[in-house]
């Protein structure tokens, strides 16, 4: 028992930090907003940080895993909704159309993609963006390019009241539930042979293969558990709280733009990252709506470059080297 | 008469090919000689755009006349990124210069929405058309099309003609090898980074010539896409490659969009855009290092 | 049985033929050196033992099983070690992790937990004497203590036979005699284990370490033979020293 709590003490910083969040959300007034948008950003860098961070590959498309979900959650409640009795039944029929989707469309782009370098590997993601959207709109699949309004739906298995609770605080909640567990999925990959495998072919892919490690295996355990956390992501924090979906918004690149920002902010690989870049990208944007809005990309554009030259680590790499050898190693990972 | 439609849309295609090949060969020339996927290639085809239609619309000068302005833009764009960041990657990871690539594509995507809005333009050069008997080519499409072969040809030369041409050439071939036989590698590095910049840029004006609509700040993705799937077919390393494989890709979606627009309940231009990636996909599954080889 | 046997490979990349008809036999527990300058196809041979590329012609067999198209990560848990010319470690991890790795994925994968292995890196750890770094990340080690960590770390993974690249070039007299003594020690500690040294030139130390020596010379085999009699081979003395005694 007392290994198993060394092994894991580096969770609680973050679940200290989420716990703050949802404290400070629902405790001042106004503040649910600004902490679920921080909880979302938190969880989006979770999420993708489990592939950018671990394998050191980048996906251009990653949010096409996030609309998928998007679109299965929309099918649960759409197709299910006139089944009496299901009440609270469809949402998780959604979810695990989400979980199903993501799964099979991370298969279908990593059983090709995998296999390739990492140019290459970027360069067949690229498209899966613009190739799953438009394959949608242009075959006219759930609806096409008209997309899916379900809040009638909504309200009708609901009730109206419950409808707007699971929109505007459920949905976070879930969120909420989604960082923590991709948090504690990400450091059980550290620790255990997985982690270890990934740190080897992201260093050198070459020697890791010569030490016996199957690097494709790996990387497709860190690419479908990715996508799985970005669909339930998308299911939640879209699906659940505005719904209905709209293929070129939940096709839109900005958000991988925003993930990959959060990610090598915070400190890609690390389990702490995520958190601090979400937060500061988070408040950020935030507070720069307020002043310059549509700016943040803009400014945050060349800070990318800047963090990519200057300190590839990021926040929490820099933080881990300071505190090697100390008792706050354990805590900071 | 069949018959004719098929060569009309067979010519299309060829003239919209030439033009997508000229767009690819930047990218190729900077995969070549630095090993660096220019992830943002989309947004420097915009710039161009942006270039042509402000030249147009603001001071009436004529597209054609615009090309060697875009030139020195994207020479100049080239080396700026080239030296405030491009240089020090060059031995980081390749997910350094992939998400370096990427976030300048963000940058100026993000800046033209601050300086141009994000409404769609275009502009219009009012000149006629040709008939080439089983078929109508705008004089504009035309001209385009014979600015990209003209380009293409002028890179020849370059390549084989000229010092410079000749010392990026065999620092594609081996970097070490160049270096040993007294080529100035970094120097190689950033002209041919630029020069890459620069084509991407130039075609940008060319592509307004084709369709002189729909310009704005995110124009460029579904170019990037195009361009990788066109630089994957032609050979990644290779400009020459590049451009052929815009000519078979030009055939390839021309023919698609014809065909997709025949079947029933399906919007033939989102198809035509699945239809690329699709295509991206089954090449790099069969052969990554192109279709065509170079010797 | 032999441990190792290479029939006939050839290697061709274009037009250029790096490894020509060279067959091999290694048996267990024997120390072989491979022997030739630069461009002589040893680094092409060894990968093409361990999988890296692909000969045109011929076949490679371990313990009796061809195993010339298996992929590379399969052929360390079967008991193929290998240490390269240049160390290329996994810099950012610790040292202890990186000699982890290679037990939990070399010849005990799936036998033994994350924990285990980082245990039998302790121990390896220990044997190169680098304990006093376990916890550095591997990239701030000296060159030479990465390539005691790279020995550290094909030793976790409990090879059969370990393929050591140490061509040596540029190395000082101490690194070399360093590396001797490793060498030496690796033969004593570890006598079932078959080593496969590749060295650039014929020393008289590892000539009396290795029980048999293989001269390359431009791709092809000159000499395969035991150690005394490779080294008085008139062929081998030719290609080392320009010309036969006598001329």
Redesign the interface.
Known sequence: MKGTFAKYSALIPVYVAYGIMLLIGSKMSGMWQLMAMLLFYCALGQAFNIFLGMTGYVDFGYVAFMGVGTYGMALGITRFAHFEGLGVGIVIIGYCLAVLMATLLSLAVGAVALRLRGAYFAIATIGVNEGFRYLIEGAKIWNGSEGMIFSGQLNKVFGREAASALSTFWADIFVLIIAAVAAFVTLHYMRSKIGYALTALREDEDAAKVMGINVTKYKIIAFITSAVFAGLLGASAWALKTPYVFPPEVFEIHYTVEAIIIVLLGGAGTLLGPVVGGLIYGISKYYLAIILPGFQLIIFAPIIIVIIVVFPEGTVGMLKKKVRGTSFERYIV | MILNQLIGNLIQGLVLGAIYGMMTMGLSLI?GVL?V?N?GHGAFIMVGAFTSLYLFNGLGIVPILAIPVALIIGLALGFIFYY??IR??LN?????T???T???G??LE??A??IFGSEFRGYNWPVSKISLGVTVLPLTKLYACLGSIFIAVLLYFWFNKTRAGTAMRSVVEDSEGARVCGVNVQGVYALSFALGIGLTVTSGVLLTMFIPVGINPYMG??Y??KA??IA?LGGLASPYGAFFGGLIFGLLENGSYTI?AMLP??????????F???I??II??IR?TGLLRTK | MALLRLENITKRFGGLVAVDNVSLEVRQGELIAIVGPNGAGKTTLFNVVSGAFLPEEGKVFFEDRDITRLPTYKRAPLGLGRTFQIPRPFSSASVRENVAIGAMFGTQAGEVSVDESLEIADHYIERVALQDHRDKAAGTLTPVEKKLMEIARALAMKPKLLLMDEAMAGMNPKDIGDMVQLLVRLKEEEPSMSIIAMVEHIMRAVAGLAERVMVMHQGAKLVDAPTKEALTDPRVVEVYLGQPKGE
């Open positions: 995969f090993k996927v992830v405030s960041a020090r990657l980081a990871p390749e997910l350094a992939l998400l370096a990427f976030a300048m963000v940058l993000e800046t929405k601050f993705g579904p990037t896409l990788f799937v994957v997709f309940h399906v919007e033939p231009f989102a198809l035509t855009r699945f690329s990636f699709l991206l996909l790099l599954l990554p």
